[in-house]
């Protein structure tokens, strides 16, 4: 009888709340990725956005951790998700129809907050890909039972997200069959590959054709009163209203956002992560106008939130020089890539970087709306436009 309880509960679970319930072993499985660090995990827990709560998902095989994966619990409510949109009758009625689809909880495996793969790792070595996602599946349906009968709340949308077009992910098609989950294309990440050869700013100048190393040399000309300087803890605490103020003139301008990051979630990203966070702030005549934040994530750079005054940006060609900016950090400090996210992909394309294909696997938990109305509010929340890619080398 001991034999049969012991082979039933060789491959295992068990869910945690909080980073200080980890156990030892998390942070020693081999991954480089500091989304995936308690460093971050910790500093995330008390800075994160309101509307976000985060579940950790240890597997074991027998005694031994062998996978993790983030979960994050997300409150998703209108007056959250537009700011400063239209008030015309027809985009209220699209308002009013996704509040009925999204409005409640939903899980997110990954986080939200940061484009890019940053939810799941197993070690391949001891447990199948099946196995793995098996324990990853009764973790959530523990998790839907959990949150309703602790907050009276159902989750509405289950999602995977961001995977790139060769992850491995995609192979376990009989796991998203049986549990619903469809396979939908989001915006591209784009992503600078540094190469090897580069050192220095001259090199990366030199690389660009005759139209874009003039337009380098215009938009640095329109900055050359701007200061940037790294920000240390305790200047991040001396300036954190201004940060805040700056980050939210470029959050709020996006028209459609799931978060708004809490007032102290630079200070908390700076405390736990130390060098590995980095804020550099532009200053004009010793006033803050502009800032932009970069995590360093084992040989790549993880580009992250940003802010800058929405009238000094076009008279100083702000956003285009923190992406130069960000560029030759990475090359002068011997990173191999450039994590540039998936926005404003037109004009990070004119500063080098690609886009890669990125896909996520989601469902609603009601089955009379159905796939079709969550591809529409997919659509809605992260269209797939249509845009210029830019070749700036030679």
């Known amino acids: 009888m001991f034999s049969v309880f012991y082979f039933f509960y060789l491959v295992h679970f068990k869910l945690f709340k909080n980073t200080n319930e980890l156990p030892n072993t998390w942070d020693a499985l081999p991954t480089c990725d500091i989304f995936l660090k308690k460093a971050f995990l910790s500093a995330l827990e008390q800075s994160s956005p309101a509307n976000i709560y985060s579940n950790y998902l240890c597997v074991y095989k027998a005694e031994k951790l062998v996978g993790i994966a983030v979960i994050q619990r997300v409150q998703m409510y209108t007056d959250d998700i537009f700011r400063n949109t239209s008030s015309n009758n027809l985009k209220f009625l699209g308002k009013k129809l996704f509040a009925k689809i999204v409005k409640g909880n939903a899980l997110i495996i990954g986080n939200l907050m940061h484009t890019g793969q940053h939810?799941?790792?197993?070690?391949?070595?001891?447990?199948?890909?099946?196995?793995?996602?098996?324990?990853?599946?009764?973790?959530?349906?523990?998790?839907?039972?959990?949150?309703?009968?602790?907050?009276?709340?159902?989750?509405?949308?289950?999602?995977?997200?961001?995977?790139?077009?060769?992850?491995?992910?995609?192979?376990?098609?009989?796991?998203?069959?049986?549990?619903n989950l469809y396979k939908v294309q989001v915006q591209p990440n784009m992503l600078f590959s540094i190469p090897k050869q580069w050192t220095s700013t001259e090199d990366y100048i030199a690389a660009f054709n005759k139209k874009y190393r003039d337009r380098y040399k215009r938009a640095r000309k329109k900055a050359y009163l701007i200061q940037t300087r790294e920000l240390d803890l305790e200047s991040i605490k001396k300036q954190s209203k201004i940060l805040y103020t700056l980050y939210e003139n470029v959050s709020d301008n996006a028209g459609v956002n799931s978060f708004k990051l809490a007032p102290n979630h630079f200070y908390k990203l700076k405390e736990y992560l130390n060098e590995d966070f980095k804020v550099f702030g532009c200053f004009l005549k010793e006033e803050l106008i502009g800032f932009y934040t970069l995590i360093l994530n084992d040989n790549t750079i993880e580009t992250y939130f940003l802010g800058y005054k929405q009238d000094l940006q076009q008279e100083h060609?702000?956003?285009?020089?923190?992406?130069?900016?960000?560029?030759?950090?990475?090359?002068?400090?011997?990173?191999?890539?450039?994590?540039?996210?998936?926005t404003a992909m037109e004009i990070k394309s004119s500063i080098g970087a690609k886009p890669h294909v990125m896909h996520v696997y989601l469902k609603h938990t009601n089955n009379f709306i159905g796939n079709t109305f969550l591809k529409l509010l997919v659509k809605y929340l992260n269209p797939i436009r249509d845009w210029q890619e830019r070749h700036p080398f030679k």
């Open 119 to 179: 939810g799941i790792f197993f070690l391949s070595e001891e447990i199948s890909m099946e196995a793995y996602f098996k324990q990853l599946s009764q973790a959530i349906h523990q998790l839907k039972k959990d949150i309703k009968k602790q907050y009276q709340k159902k989750i509405r949308i289950i999602a995977f997200k961001d995977f790139f077009e060769e992850d491995p992910i995609h192979t376990n098609t009989a796991f998203f069959k049986k549990e």
């Open 317 to 342: 060609q702000l956003y285009l020089n923190m992406l130069y900016q960000m560029t030759i950090y990475g090359i002068e400090n011997n990173f191999e890539s450039i994590v540039f996210a998936r």
